[in-house]
């Protein structure tokens, strides 16, 4: 059974404090590993797609890595406006089977 | 513009009432999902369509019925068989080609007293 584990579950972080957050998963044939912001009261919004060990992708402040067991976004110098919860998702198989998401970490950046 | 349109934001039921969430999308995509997300849980999948006419049950299918007459709409029916249907409500879709991105639509809050 295709899994993704999300940790830690929150985070508190000072304004500038970088930190990583992580998303281990255990999926036959990765199809492609998803990052997503959820502000609260919000749909997800999308931030990356990895699909193969070894790509990064960066966007901002944030920058996604991807090896063959697990998933970084990594926050550098976080402002209080990246505070959401992220999540992370995976697909196995055909283009539109449904992705299988982690629980999420919230992260709260404080001024 | 395209996107993701789901009403109503708020929704107030009583219970033993069906309900409809709507979910509209013209992205020209061909897959259409529904999550519920409940504080700690995560999200989980109730239903999914991959084209039109044709719809599968995802992990917490009971208590939920939908329908995909058309390609832009994925209305969810909430019956009153569903035992805890207070929730925040997803709508995604996905295009049939390109990346295997899911987009969002905004959610519905329903509360069920």
């Known amino acids: 059974e295709d899994q993704v584990t999300q940790s830690p579950e929150a985070l508190r972080l000072q304004e500038g404090e970088s930190s990583s957050l992580n998303c281990s998963y255990t999926?036959?044939?990765?199809?492609?590993l998803f990052w997503y912001r959820q502000d609260p009261g919000k749909g997800p919004e999308f931030l990356f797609t990895?699909?193969?060990a070894g790509e990064e992708k960066e966007k901002e402040r944030l920058k996604a890595t991807l090896t063959k067991k697990e998933s970084f976004l990594h926050i550098t110098a976080p402002k209080p406006e990246d505070s959401a919860t992220y999540l992370c998702?995976?697909?196995?198989?055909?283009?539109?089977?449904?992705?299988?998401f982690g629980k999420g970490t919230r992260l709260s950046v404080i001024a | 513009d395209g996107g993701i349109t789901q009403s109503p934001k708020y929704l107030f039921r009583k219970e033993g009432q069906n309900v409809t969430l709507s979910c509209e999308q013209n992205?020209?995509?061909?897959?259409m999902y529904w999550y519920r997300q409940d504080p700690g849980q995560g999200l989980r999948l109730i239903y999914y369509?991959?084209?039109?006419?044709?719809?599968q049950k995802g992990d917490i299918a009971e208590g939920y019925s939908v329908s995909r007459e058309k390609k832009e709409s994925f209305p969810l029916t909430v019956t009153s068989a569903q035992k805890n249907p207070t929730a925040f409500y997803l709508c995604?879709?996905?295009?049939?080609?390109?990346?295997?991105?899911?987009?969002f639509g905004p959610g519905t809050r329903l509360t069920v007293t």
């Open positions: 995604a879709s996905k295009s049939g080609t390109g990346g295997f991105e899911q987009y």
């Open positions: 999926v036959s044939g990765l199809r492609g």
């Open positions: 990895l699909y193969s």
């Open positions: 998702a995976v697909q196995a198989g055909s283009g539109n089977t449904p992705l299988v």
């Open positions: 992205l020209n995509h061909d897959a």
């Open positions: 369509s991959q084209i039109v006419n044709d719809f």
